[in-house]
């Protein structure tokens, strides 16, 4: 007798995607598949996907999705969410869609205290035009825009989306956590559940930054973006619950 | 009959209600009115003022460009809006605060003393409808029964003050009968 | 109902009500903020109703995308500066073919110009709102009754062919008090919203909102498509009003919204004179009337566009003209509004066959 024991969660579409080896895209997109199936959420989650590698990430849920444009699908998934409050809402960013053309949307959706949920990967790059430096980049990191690695001088430090948005007075889940080891993962899901979970109870705005790889355009084999992840960014992005609607945070 | 009104003086002089009430009494006596107020700019520059058009026809070009009465209630207004009224038209001048007139021979000119009267009613924030009354006297635009009823109407939730704005409009035109 | 006296920004916010609007997202820009202050009064007092005041115009135009990607009837409004702001997201609300209502309270430009009436953001709202190949349907009410009127009618136009609508007022329309009655109108049949993105039950085709289509085939077929449906419009949807063209004239007036009210004063002050001049106004300004313009103009010796700009819809009077009669053109922007006086000069000038001032 064989008994499944991991199968592909019945959000997630039965199609190939376009992401790269080693990416953590992947990974995320299945644990919101996931969450989305033990919640039974499915028949009314709509998603909302941005403008960089996961452009195409309706292609990828099996529920209903929108395809915003550079930066805004807060602004997209406010109106949404405020159309039909009983959607289940989620928007699925990157660093370059969220932290620099989309700042002023991410921040005051934030603020207002919208009730939906926004995945945030942070792979300090921008990923679909061509590894160019992103708000996230690290400093000193070379990319086909900061050939002389990230001056700081210059162009100021990696913008940290969890500090800024949890310095709001604004009701609000935020967290960071990271995709580089297995146990970081389960952590991953387990911030994402709740973010989910805080949406059905319609309690507050929900927030989960994924530090990822880009293995691609970083010029890295996958392991070693997985150590560069807990080497070089954990130290700059620290992990951990920076903000919950009961009041409690726990940094890692 | 059309009447041509462009009523102006300071900000908080209530020129706009003025011209407010006489559209709406334009309007309960089913005649075509329009009513636009300056705003922007020129807000600022010392003068407020709206004009209203009231009608027994279709009213086409809101905009006038010599209206056949103008009603001041400060001198900035009568430098301003003196020269255009329209020939053989009126212009209605508060003498409370004007000590001046125009010298135009071609057009009728009227005064009122609108703060004093208002200010002997007991509010001299009042005065706006003093030259109420005595506009609908001297132009009859609309009927005055007309007008009571609109001020009664717009007053309904501030009861206190339909009685003193009656008074007023009486008593303005009373005096220019 | 009976008529009550309204500001033609206020009138048009509560027909959109009436429309069965549910949302409004919006950011204040002068001469337009009645609409979003009557809104956030009203708009709270309607069931599952929306009042929300964006962080920009950027924000708004996605949050419309938003809400009408949904399924639900969406209003914003704003100005000239502000309609550009939203450039970027009514692109993508026609490419993703969403039906949504915006107005456009014009004030003068170019940039923050300023906030007196004017009509010189025909171009946009006619030609340029955004990247790509679309055109928006855009009507222009000239009375405050008008556009209660053409707000209410936006919503199911916009329903009927996906497609966003805007109602191109000015500062005159907006600020202006008239009698306005609140019409109940008849409800229009409308095909259901099964396209919209309400959560995936797997009794259809997953609704995805988009205007991404990298398969060049695919973009160039929605392309067509949205053309198939401008070509509707224009077969079904045009409006004009012909004014004093029952007789013989030698000046038509083509003039559209606040100008063309104007130009009725011109036209009785004129009559009086025994002059006989005629006026051809667009309701709708995309698609525009072109052949109902030429067939007015048959009577013509001239065809006179007067506009608060410095000559944006002639242009599509000499489209519409094709040559077959010469015209002229007077204008007043910057938030000038010509007078009927200033008019009549200029059709002296034509009838004694000078040439008009440019202004």
Redesign the interface.
């Known amino acids: 007798m064989s008994k499944v024991v991991f199968k592909r969660p019945k959000a997630l579409a039965d199609v190939v995607t376009h992401y790269c080896p080693g990416c953590s895209h992947g990974i995320v997109h299945r644990i919101v598949a996931e969450c989305i199936d033990e919640l039974g959420i499915?028949?009314?989650?709509?998603g909302?996907a941005p403008v960089g590698c996961s452009?195409l990430a309706?292609n990828y849920f099996?529920?209903?999705?929108?395809?915003?444009?550079h930066g805004?699908a807060p602004?997209?998934?406010?109106?949404?969410?405020?159309?039909?409050p009983d959607?289940i809402v989620f928007a699925y960013q990157g660093d370059g869609d969220l932290a620099s053309i989309g700042m002023?949307?991410i921040?005051?959706a934030c603020n207002?205290g919208e009730k939906f949920t926004v995945i945030f990967i942070n792979n300090t790059v921008y990923g679909m035009t061509g590894g160019q430096m992103a708000p996230t980049t690290m400093p000193g990191q070379v990319t086909t825009t900061s050939p002389y690695g990230r001056d700081v001088n210059q162009i100021g430090w990696p913008i940290r989306m969890c500090e800024l948005l949890s310095s709001l007075k604004t009701d609000g889940f935020i967290a960071r956590t990271s995709a580089h080891s297995p146990a970081e993962i389960i952590k991953t899901k387990k911030a994402i559940k709740k973010a989910f979970e805080l949406q059905v109870a319609n309690r507050c705005f929900t927030f989960v930054e994924v530090l990822s790889t880009c293995p691609t355009n970083w010029g890295m084999m996958p392991i070693q973006a997985q150590k560069r992840i807990e080497e070089e960014l954990l130290p700059y992005y620290p992990l951990g619950v920076f903000k919950s609607p009961n009041g409690d945070a726990s940094k890692s | 009959m059309t009447t041509e009104l462009i009523v102006a003086g300071f900000g908080g002089q209530g020129v706009l209600l003025f011209g407010k009430f006489l559209a709406l009494s334009g309007l309960k006596e089913e005649k075509e009115v329009v009513w636009i107020p300056s705003y922007g700019p020129e807000m600022r520059g010392g003068t407020c003022n709206c004009t209203v058009v009231v009608s027994d026809d279709p009213i086409g070009s809101p905009i006038i460009d010599a209206p056949n009465t103008v009603v001041v209630m400060n001198k900035p207004s009568l430098t301003k809006f003196g020269p255009r009224v329209s020939s053989d038209g009126l212009l209605l001048i508060n003498s409370s605060l004007i000590d001046t007139t125009s010298d135009r021979t071609d057009i009728k000119i009227e005064t009122v003393p609108a703060n004093e009267i208002a200010l002997e009613l007991g509010n001299g924030r009042a005065a706006n409808m003093v030259a109420l009354g005595a506009y609908i006297a001297l132009t009859k635009a609309v009927k005055f029964d007309t007008v009571l009823d609109v001020i009664r109407e717009s007053f309904a939730k501030k009861k206190e003050f339909i009685d003193l704005n009656l008074a007023a409009a009486k008593r303005g035109y009373e005096l220019a009968s | 109902m009976a008529k009550v006296l309204m500001k033609g920004n206020e009138a048009l916010a509560e027909a959109a009500i009436m429309a069965g609007c549910k949302l409004f997202f919006g950011y204040p820009i002068t001469p337009q903020n009645e609409i979003p202050e009557y809104l956030s009064r009203r708009l709270p007092q309607v069931d599952g109703g929306c009042y929300l005041q964006a962080e920009s115009e950027v924000a708004a135009a996605n949050m419309l995308y938003g809400a009408a990607g949904v399924g639900e009837r969406v209003l914003t409004s704003s100005s000239g500066p502000g309609i550009s702001l939203m450039s970027e997201g009514l692109s993508y609300i026609a490419g993703a073919q969403l039906p949504v209502v915006v107005v456009n309270m014009v004030r003068g430009g170019p940039g923050l110009g300023g906030i007196l009436p004017a009509q010189s953001d025909y171009y946009q709202a006619t030609r340029g709102l955004g990247h790509g190949d679309f055109r928006v349907l855009v009507l222009a009410p000239s009375t405050v009754q008008e556009a209660a009127d053409l707000v209410m009618d936006a919503f199911d136009l916009a329903d009927k062919y996906r497609s966003p609508v805007m109602v191109l007022g000015d500062g005159l329309i907006g600020q202006m008090m008239e009698p306005v009655e609140f019409k109940k109108k008849e409800k229009v049949e409308l095909p259901p919203k099964t396209w919209a993105a309400t959560g995936y039950k797997g009794d259809r085709e997953r609704s995805i909102i988009n205007s991404l289509y990298l398969d060049p085939l695919e973009l160039e077929e929605n392309s067509w498509r949205l053309k198939a449906r401008y070509d509707a419009m224009g077969r079904d949807e045009l409006r004009w009003e012909l004014t004093n063209c029952e007789g013989d004239y030698d000046v038509l007036i083509t003039a559209y919204g606040s100008t063309a009210r104007i130009c009725k004063t011109v036209i009785e002050t004129l009559k009086k004179q025994g002059i006989s001049v005629g006026l051809f106004r667009p309701i709708t300004l995309f698609p525009y009337p072109y052949k109902q313009l030429r067939d007015a103009a048959q009577k013509a010796k001239t065809v006179f566009c007067v506009e608060m700009s410095t000559g944006q819809m002639l242009d599509d009077v000499k489209l519409a003209l094709e040559g077959s009669r010469p015209t002229q053109f007077y204008g007043r922007t910057g938030g000038i509004i010509p007078t009927p006086d200033e008019i009549i000069g200029q059709i002296e000038k034509i009838l004694k066959g000078e040439e008009v001032d440019k202004r």
Not at chain 1, 62 to 69: I, K, T
Request: no cysteine; net charge positive.
């Open positions: 499915q028949e009314r989650t709509v909302v452009v309706y099996n529920v209903d999705f929108f395809e915003a444009s805004r602004a997209v998934a406010t109106g949404a969410k405020r159309a039909r959607l002023a949307e921040v005051h207002r």
